[in-house]
């Protein structure tokens, strides 16, 4: 075993070694601290304010038993939690807090190692940024997705069904009692949302990047399976303390191109994006859009998933499985890079079998032939938009229209059903001041809804696009994550109601038809400096002060790169 890095508060004879470990032993078994054990955090976001994450701690108890049958000492270490749906104004607001807050108890504290337990959509990013930061081995554990919850007979996928059922309701196609009656039955039991969202892709994320233990995404939170998992994950932390495998011998530059696939190949969140770029900023990679559309590009969706395709989670697992999927497209992975295993990653990309191809697509007959992450660019995003083509309406893709603009989301509530609102199915819906300077916290209102009078006359889909993000479990035509956003001064800002808008994603394109001369002329005049009113205090001033464009993750200046683990002084 390698010097432990818990030595330097627990080694010796002095006072401050003895105030470290006279404070710690509590019941702890006599060799607990003197130095041949290591250490084991378990990063641990359980809450009950988290609903995703409310089994977490009877995860961490599987974790414990784990580290200790290894030869190590677990402690459970509550850190900041963010339930997707709870906190306002958006969880995305508090991912960068909950990172930078991991990343500093992780390096204050006497740890050698990190187990890292997420579920809802911004605790696993979170989890990972800090680790990265701090570089002490770790190894995630992903809470697993809930079990398929029905309606009425009908499977229901928590989130996209929603979306769905409210636009239904909105149509008058199904009665409001109706729409509140399945609420009862959306969210069935423990886990985080059973879509192909935010959440789910994450745990695909953490598991191509190589921080999880093969084969444990998508696991159910409720199956067996994931608990003697979270053991074997409690083992292997021990093991990786004396191999000192850390998360940048991990997570390389390939590991997050081998990420990349794996979304594409899963149609996964458009939220992934933000999330690898600040994962990777913290590890000092460059890692950049193009990357996201040149290592996407080719890869079949194979997950017939909603919110692309048709099943669930639980489907996935019981077809076969991520590693069953990712198998089929196992040629087209980046050999390198290693897990938390110390093995290669496509080490464990073989023998799967595929157990139910409705749900597990075969590579010659995908949901879509190529369907990565579409990243455009233009005079309305110079450094860049993104859109997941396989969550559109194919003939959307290429389209003209007029634009209709939204200055923030209560300008689109109040406005957005009002009959006298000029709009047809062509036009195209614009909203800004929604990016993580100017809401702020970049919330997941991208996907706006449809006009009331055209989803009466049956519109389905519209062109959408905004400075915002949107939930993993929505789907649409929807342009996303526009750089720089209109708070920031992008031109995005500066586009007006009738302004005629081009996308063209075969060929990359978001553009409006202004000249450069009217463009200019129209900056002279910032529309509406009002609606980004800056936050005077607290941590949305640290934010709006600090934050980056989405093209670079969002992540706040300051923390881009890594600090490591030392700590410099004592405490007493
Ligand atoms: Fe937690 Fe969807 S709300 S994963």
Redesign the pocket.
């Known amino acids: 075993m390698n010097q432990l890095r818990s030595g330097e508060w627990y080694e010796g004879g002095d006072r401050n070694a003895y105030i470290h470990r006279a404070w710690m032993r509590r019941g702890l078994p006599e060799d607990a601290l003197d130095g041949s054990k290591p250490q084991i955090a378990i990063a641990n976001t359980a809450s009950d304010l988290?609903?995703?994450?409310m089994h977490l701690n009877e995860v961490a108890d599987s974790v414990k038993h784990g580290v200790w049958a290894a030869g190590g000492v677990p402690y459970n270490l509550p850190v900041v939690s963010l339930?997707?749906?709870q906190v306002k104004p958006t969880a995305m607001l508090w991912r960068n807090m909950a990172a930078m807050a991991m990343e500093e108890m992780f390096r204050a504290n006497p740890i050698d190692g990190l187990v890292l337990l997420g579920?809802?959509?911004k605790t696993i990013p979170a989890l990972l940024m800090a680790a990265a930061s701090v570089d002490i081995p770790a190894v995630v554990v992903p809470g697993g997705p809930m079990l398929t919850g029905h309606f009425r007979g009908e499977a229901l996928g928590?989130?996209t069904d929603v979306w769905r059922l409210s636009e239904e309701a909105r149509a008058g196609t199904i009665s409001k009692a109706q729409f509140l009656q399945s609420e009862q039955s959306m969210i069935r039991g423990k886990g985080?949302?059973n879509t192909m969202?935010?959440?789910?892709t994450m745990a695909v994320v953490a598991e191509a990047l190589g921080m999880t233990i093969p084969g444990f995404a998508g696991t159910p939170a409720a199956d067996a399976r994931l608990l003697s998992l979270s053991h074997d994950s409690g083992r292997l932390i021990v093991d990786m303390v004396a191999a000192q495998r850390r998360p940048s011998d991990v997570m390389t530059k390939e590991a997050f191109l081998n990420a990349i696939i794996a979304v594409a190949a899963v149609g996964g969140s458009t939220n992934s994006v933000v999330h690898l770029l600040a994962i990777a900023g913290r590890l000092g990679l460059d890692l950049t859009l193009e990357d996201f559309d040149a290592a996407g590009a080719g890869v079949p969706v194979m997950a017939n998933l909603q919110p692309s395709g048709m099943f669930l989670m639980d489907d996935l697992y019981r077809a076969g499985g991520l590693l069953a999927l990712l198998t089929q497209v196992k040629d087209l992975f980046h050999p390198a890079p290693i897990t938390v295993t110390g093995k290669p990653f496509v080490d464990s990309l073989g023998e799967h079998p595929v157990y139910d191809d409705t749900v597990i697509l075969p590579r010659e007959a995908p949901l879509m032939e190529d369907a990565g992450i579409a990243v455009l660019r233009g005079n309305l995003a110079p450094r860049g938009a993104i859109v997941k083509p396989s969550a559109a309406t194919p003939e959307l893709l290429q389209h003209v229209g007029p634009a209709v603009v939204f200055d923030s989301i209560e300008d689109m509530r109040a406005r957005i059903d009002d009959p006298d609102l000029e709009v047809t199915a062509d036009s195209v819906l614009v909203l800004r001041g929604c990016g993580p300077r100017g809401y702020p916290g970049m919330p997941e209102v991208g996907n706006m809804p449809l006009p009331r009078k055209l989803l009466e006359q049956g519109v389905r889909d519209m062109v959408r696009i905004s400075d915002a993000r949107m939930s993993?479990?929505a789907y649409g035509t929807v342009i996303l994550h526009v750089a720089p956003e209109a708070a920031a001064g992008g031109p995005l800002a500066f586009i007006r109601t009738g302004d005629i808008v081009t996308v063209d994603v075969e060929n990359r394109v978001l553009s409006f038809d202004v000249s450069d001369e009217e463009l200019r002329a129209r900056t002279q005049t910032p529309a509406s400096e009002a609606a980004y009113a800056a936050p005077q205090r607290g941590w949305a001033k640290l934010y709006v002060d600090h934050v980056m464009q989405a093209d670079t993750g969002a992540d706040l200046d300051f923390l881009v790169g890594s600090s490591g683990d030392r700590v410099s002084r004592e405490s007493h």
Request: aromatic share 0%; net charge negative; hydrophobic share 5%.
């Open positions: 988290t609903p995703c994450n339930g997707e749906t579920g809802c959509d928590c989130g985080h949302c969202g935010t959440a789910s993993g479990t």
